[in-house]
């Protein structure tokens, strides 16, 4: 298969629980995702992603590009300027990039990671 499509994404609802993320003493953010394996290309994770509000730390090991599709908040990457997201933005992030995520309302993407 050449094409790999992901239906009405904003509505998938069969999310798989990862667990939490967060901070010591915030409130830990709920994250959910479905991950879609292009055939032949497996080293390639794309699929969707739910984060509920909250603050954590992340690093982003390999590049990664992502589609907002829900949802708002702010990453701020070590040593710059923080970046405002919401619905309808697109991020890409360089492999290992490091920073504060802070979900202001519920966040859902589309990513691909290299």
């Not at 609802?13 to 709920?30: V, Y």
């Amino acid at each position: 298969m050449k094409v790999q499509q992901i239906r009405q994404a904003a509505e998938v609802s069969a999310l798989e629980d990862w667990g939490t993320a967060g901070l010591p003493g915030t409130e830990p953010s709920r994250v959910s995702g479905r991950q879609y394996v292009i055939p032949g290309h497996e080293a390639i994770d794309t699929g969707v992603f739910e984060c509920s509000p909250g603050t954590y730390r992340r690093s982003v090991k390999q590049a990664e590009v992502m589609h907002f599709i829900k949802g708002s908040g702010t990453f701020t990457p070590d040593g710059e300027d923080t970046v405002r997201f919401a619905a309808g933005d697109t991020l890409f992030f360089q492999a290992n990039t490091e920073g504060l995520w802070n979900i202001d309302e519920t966040l859902r993407k589309i990513y691909v990671i290299f």
